[in-house]
């Protein structure tokens, strides 16, 4: 999905800028928000081939859970690409939609009865805390700040992915939680 947006990008430059005489000249909205759109997104995956394989392995997967297409794909490209952000510490990305499964299962409306919210199931205090709009019902900015935060918990518990995980859903020194992620990772979602 992201690779397209490459290609696209690359053809719009193409026709849109075919040489200095009129790049000043194109001021269209509509462009420049595509463009801005496109440019904002980073392609996070290395080659076409490795993006075709994760989302044709995940993809019917999720299906019992995502009733859309569109929205399938959405979640299978911000997991991907905010679990492998940090190349210091990447998070498998079939662990995140196990988290995810466990956590809402891939409802990003859900609220729970603490207050978490959407898919990975964030606090609305973290966006506070980080000064950025509260956004958690949406896809891109919940999986962001859960993969954020699942990250911040595994330097913190010295990649001890239990402990971590416990941290996550607030429950501490408790071994339920991340045992049933771990078991759906591997039952269901591993890779």
Same mark, same amino acid.
Request: charged share 25%; aromatic share 10%.
């Given at each position: 999905?992201?690779y397209?947006?490459?290609?696209?990008?690359a053809?719009?430059v193409?026709?849109?800028?075919p040489?200095?005489?009129?790049?000043?000249?194109?001021r269209?909205?509509?462009?420049k928000?595509?463009?801005q759109?496109?440019?904002?997104s980073?392609?996070?995956?290395?080659d076409k081939y490795?993006?075709?394989v994760?989302?044709?392995s995940?993809e019917?997967?999720l299906?019992?859970?995502?009733p859309?297409?569109?929205e399938?794909l959405?979640?299978?490209?911000?997991?991907?690409?905010?679990?492998k952000?940090?190349?210091t510490l990447q998070?498998?990305?079939?662990l995140?939609l196990?988290?995810?499964e466990?956590e809402? =299962?891939?409802?990003?409306?859900a609220?729970s009865? #603490?207050? @978490?919210v959407?898919?990975?199931? &964030?606090?609305?205090?973290w966006?506070?805390?980080?000064g950025?709009?509260?956004?958690?019902?949406?896809v891109?900015?919940?999986?962001?700040?859960g993969c954020?935060?699942?990250?911040?918990y595994l =330097?913190?518990e010295?990649?001890n992915w239990s402990? #971590?995980l @416990?941290?996550?859903n607030?429950? &501490?020194?408790?071994?339920k939680y991340p045992?049933l992620v771990m078991?759906?990772?591997q039952?269901a979602?591993?890779?």
């Amino acid at each position: 999905m992201r690779y397209a947006q490459g290609v696209l990008l690359a053809l719009i430059v193409s026709f849109a800028l075919p040489g200095p005489s009129r790049a000043d000249q194109q001021r269209d909205p509509e462009l420049k928000e595509l463009l801005q759109k496109i440019i904002g997104s980073a392609d996070c995956f290395t080659d076409k081939y490795e993006s075709e394989v994760w989302y044709k392995s995940m993809e019917p997967r999720l299906a019992q859970f995502v009733p859309t297409h569109a929205e399938r794909l959405e979640i299978l490209d911000q997991v991907y690409c905010e679990a492998k952000r940090d190349p210091t510490l990447q998070i498998p990305p079939d662990l995140v939609l196990a988290l995810m499964e466990v956590e809402s =299962r891939f409802d990003r409306w859900a609220v729970s009865p #603490a207050g @978490a919210v959407g898919l990975m199931q &964030v606090m609305p205090f973290w966006p506070r805390q980080l000064g950025v709009q509260n956004q958690l019902v949406k896809v891109a900015p919940n999986i962001r700040m859960g993969c954020e935060i699942l990250r911040y918990y595994l =330097r913190v518990e010295h990649r001890n992915w239990s402990l #971590a995980l @416990a941290r996550y859903n607030g429950s &501490v020194g408790h071994n339920k939680y991340p045992a049933l992620v771990m078991q759906r990772w591997q039952r269901a979602w591993r890779f």
